[in-house]
């Protein structure tokens, strides 16, 4: 009997959003892409381009190595800083982490529409105290970050 | 990616939980719940204690969304479908959204955790007697159809 009673999925957003706010120094929010999640996560797997994009403190990723879905990336701050990333990239999911930061994306299909998440963060000790501090100017750069990417990817699918 | 690995480990235990309680909240509340579990983990002295302190937080927090998410449901059960009804094993869900969220939180914790009335009460924080009570009433129409 026990196959017939309900159970409750966390979706990839959602997911992010535990990781988020189990996390000291991270932060998530999401956006509607009025895009099929198909074309959406195209747009975001493709690291390399759109990372940059999405952090402000990438200049340029590189993937340098790949074993199925785990990968290893080099990122460059505008400063020149170079940073190593272990990335895990699954479909409508992907987790970036190195030394001092943190990002993650996700999807999930809602009708046409697509919600996409992001999270971002800090790997320090007293990143929760920063959160706290910093935590009105990174709600509105992260909605930020959302609102370009939810236009990038509906201009983009508009040209097509 | 520790953190990741546990997360992946304890959803669908959570979800498990969750569903059969908050139904339509249990997303919600699955997320509330795990939100809890990876937030105060350091609280957490004795490892081998992991699955019935994730027991605990799912169960509380299945209940809380629902309460706060529900309509008013009765008490009884009036239109149970009776044991050997074919449509029963269909109607689980129908079943459960006729019982209130702390009915619904009794069953699971004795049906599918296996939980004696005692340690079912001090999870729910609510008096033995109570949890007696409840679980006879919601099991009271359909018993055989959940022990088969």
């Avoid at chain 1, 997911?15 to 509607?32: D, K």
């Avoid at chain 2, 997320?31 to 490892?47: C, G, H, K, T, Y």
């Amino acid at each position: 009997m026990s196959a017939a009673w309900p159970t409750a999925d966390l979706d990839p957003v959602r997911r992010l959003h535990v990781m988020a706010a189990a996390i000291p120094g991270a932060m998530s929010g999401e956006v509607v892409v009025r895009r099929p999640i198909a074309q959406v996560w195209a747009r975001a797997g493709d690291l390399e381009t759109e990372l940059p994009l999405l952090v402000h403190d990438f200049r340029e990723v590189r993937v340098r190595d790949r074993d199925g879905e785990r990968l290893v990336a080099d990122a460059r701050s505008p400063l020149g800083l170079r940073a190593r990333f272990d990335v895990v990239l699954r479909p409508n999911w992907c987790w970036c982490e190195s030394r001092f930061l943190l990002c993650g994306m996700a999807a999930v299909e809602q009708g046409d529409d697509t919600l996409f998440g992001f999270l971002g963060g800090v790997r320090v000790p007293g990143a929760g105290r920063l959160e706290s501090i910093a935590s009105r100017p990174a709600t509105a750069l992260l909605r930020g970050t959302l609102d370009r990417f939810a236009a990038r990817a509906e201009a983009e699918s508009a040209q097509d | 990616m520790a953190m990741q690995a546990l997360l992946t480990e304890l959803t669908p235990y959570v979800g498990r939980l969750c569903g059969p309680i908050a139904l339509d909240e249990g997303p919600d509340a699955a997320q509330n719940a795990l939100i809890i579990v990876l937030r105060d983990l350091r609280q957490l002295r004795e490892p081998a204690a992991l699955r019935g302190w994730v027991r605990t937080i799912a169960v509380r927090e299945a209940v809380r969304v629902a309460r706060r998410g529900r309509r008013d449901v009765p008490a009884e059960l009036p239109d149970v479908p009776a044991p050997g009804d074919p449509q029963l094993a269909a109607d689980v869900r129908a079943v459960l959204d006729r019982l209130s969220p702390a009915h619904r939180a009794v069953l699971v914790l004795r049906d599918l955790e296996g939980l004696d009335e005692a340690a079912a009460a001090e999870l729910l924080a609510i008096p033995a007697g109570t949890v007696k009570s409840r679980l006879h009433r919601a099991r009271r129409s359909f018993r055989q159809e959940w022990e088969r």
